[in-house]
């Protein structure tokens, strides 16, 4: 589901900023960020754990994120980083459909989590989807460059 997301209840500000680096890097405030166009998307996540849960998630498509910092159109992966270092790196045709979600079926992440945002994407393991997301960084990863090694997964997801 891609809906433009409407608001219908005052928007909850986000007290965390997001880095973008791409062709510059560019600090988002959480107000900038909740003043981006935001979209809707139905994803079920499969956790490590065995459980799945759908939900539609509230947020700004990763690459709306690269508005002021450019993208490369050589970029081949992202690099997606939480506040405590937990880190992926996503290659771009499994994010074209991502979102950094402030809103999980319409609550603030933030009201239920101790963070207020999480990278979603359709086709990306739960596992690999960035809770509190701090920066998201374009790469142009060489052919021999295995992308797990930009990784740092054994912080907590």
Known sequence: MHAQHHRSRPATPLSESILVRGDSRVSLSGAELRGLP??????????????????????????????????????????????????????????????????????????????ETRFIAPDVDGSRTVKGVRAVEARALDPATDPESLEDIFKKP
Do not use: Q
């Not at 081949?76 to 074209?96: K, M, P, Q």
């Open 38 to 115: 935001a979209e809707d998307r139905t994803v079920t996540v499969a956790c490590a754990s065995g459980t799945r849960h759908t939900a539609t998630w509230t947020g700004v498509p990763v690459f709306d994120l690269f508005a002021d910092a450019g993208l490369d159109g050589e970029t081949t992966h992202l690099l997606v980083e939480s506040a405590d270092g937990y880190r992926v790196c996503i290659d771009v045709y499994a994010a074209f459909d991502a979102v950094v979600a402030y809103a999980r079926d319409g609550t603030p992440i933030g009201e239920e989590h101790d963070y």
